[in-house]
């Protein structure tokens, strides 16, 4: 039967002698640390200290914890405390308690500078074969579930793919061509701005418009892509992830790639290089408004010297690299959403990183075609 705690003091020729009683268990744990609290300056005056439980009647984890406690306070001062009285079925707990954060933990080793960056070297690069290596499965699963669709023309979800062509094509327009203007014009008055030193006005025409046909238009379109489109697809398979609806899909005998992939990324291939079109003559008609007001260039000397300097070549590299950076864009985003585990921590995560190496992957991408086309004399 539960009984109030008690907590009794008694100082003799330099020993101070207490006897807790009662029940020192948790349900008491407000009496208790009165008590305690009580005896405090007690403790620190005496010198040596004997702990009587003989009068306990009950004992928990946290009354044996504040029995250590007074004891320690003592033993801390440089004097002797004893515990004496406890009853045989409480002294493996007592034992137990007094265990409690003795042993100091281990100094942590010395790490070498050198072996820890070739330790962060070798993981960066295991993580970067994981990397490799879920972009490929995610890319073969796609290669197969398109020859399903060829093979089955009605499989094809023929609904969600024109809507998702609407969400990542026709809803992005508004944004890609204020950014695409915006930039054509910064880089026609740049260049009015330099070139005018030399009287060499007229070859901004040739500078915006092989920049943006070959390189910036798609280029930009592609990162903006991957910053609202692929993030958006992270997001989305990541939430159903975590809400173990695509392991519900597989259950149902249905192919996530099929049914959840597939549509996503063909929507951004066929979107992106109609975008990357859009947004170049965006940047096209930023760079003419700038040279007609800024470099007092007439719009129609803008277009004849657009269509001396610029061929349909340039064009065309522009729109070949669209396309396989969409499929970048989708396989990267679609995989990190599959690798979200089932944290909100973990749905942010992967969705920046997705952003990230969307990103990346896409430069990367521009610099290689850029090698190739120069090679072929493109």
């Not at 100094?107 to 960066?124: E, S, T, Y």
């Not at 990542?168 to 740049?190: D, E, H, K, S």
């Not at 700038?290 to 610029?310: K, N, Q, T």
Request: hydrophobic share 50%; glycine share 10%; with cysteine.
């Amino acid at each position: 039967m539960t009984t109030a705690p008690l907590l009794t003091a008694t100082a003799t020729d330099g020993l101070l002698e207490l006897r807790p009683g009662g029940s020192w268990i948790a349900a008491n744990v407000a009496e208790l640390e009165q008590l305690s609290d009580a005896v405090a300056p007690q403790l620190d005056r005496s010198g040596n200290v004997r702990l009587d439980m003989a009068d306990v009647r009950e004992l928990d984890t946290l009354g044996a914890w504040l029995i250590e406690k007074m004891s320690r306070r003592v033993m801390s001062a440089g004097h002797r405390a004893e515990v004496v009285g406890v009853a045989d079925y409480y002294a493996g707990l007592i034992e137990k308690v007094r265990q409690v954060n003795r042993a100091s933990s281990p100094p942590a080793p010395a790490r070498n500078r050198i072996l820890g960056k070739v330790g962060d070297i070798g993981r960066a690069t295991l993580g970067a074969r994981e990397d490799v290596t879920v972009f490929l499965q995610l890319l073969g699963s796609l290669c197969v579930a398109m020859l399903g669709v060829l093979r089955r023309p009605r499989s094809l979800r023929l609904t969600s793919l024109v809507y998702q062509v609407y969400r990542v094509g026709w809803r992005a327009i508004p944004i890609v061509v204020l950014i695409t203007f915006l930039i054509g014009a910064i880089i026609a008055q740049q260049g009015i701005f330099h070139f005018r030193k030399f009287g060499a006005d007229s070859y901004v025409v040739d500078m915006v418009g092989i920049l943006v046909l070959r390189e910036l238009g798609v280029l930009i379109v592609a990162i903006m892509v991957a910053g609202r489109s692929g993030s958006a697809y992270t997001a989305e398979l990541g939430s159903m992830k975590m809400r173990e609806e695509i392991d519900a899909l597989s259950t149902m005998g249905l192919d996530p790639v099929e049914v959840l992939i597939l549509p996503r990324v063909i929507a951004l291939i066929c979107a992106l290089p109609i975008l990357s079109f859009i947004g170049s003559m965006a940047a096209l008609y930023g760079g003419l408004l700038v040279a007609w007001f800024y470099g007092g260039m007439e719009p129609a000397i803008f277009i004849a010297r657009l269509h001396d300097a610029v061929s349909v070549t340039h064009f065309e590299v522009g729109i070949i690299k669209a396309p396989f950076m969409a499929l970048v864009i989708g396989i990267v985003a679609c995989s990190e959403g599959l690798r979200v585990k089932g944290s909100a921590e973990s749905l942010g995560r992967q969705t920046t990183t997705s952003v990230v190496k969307s990103i990346f992957l896409v430069i990367v991408l521009d610099g290689l075609f850029a090698i190739f086309f120069a090679s072929i004399g493109m």
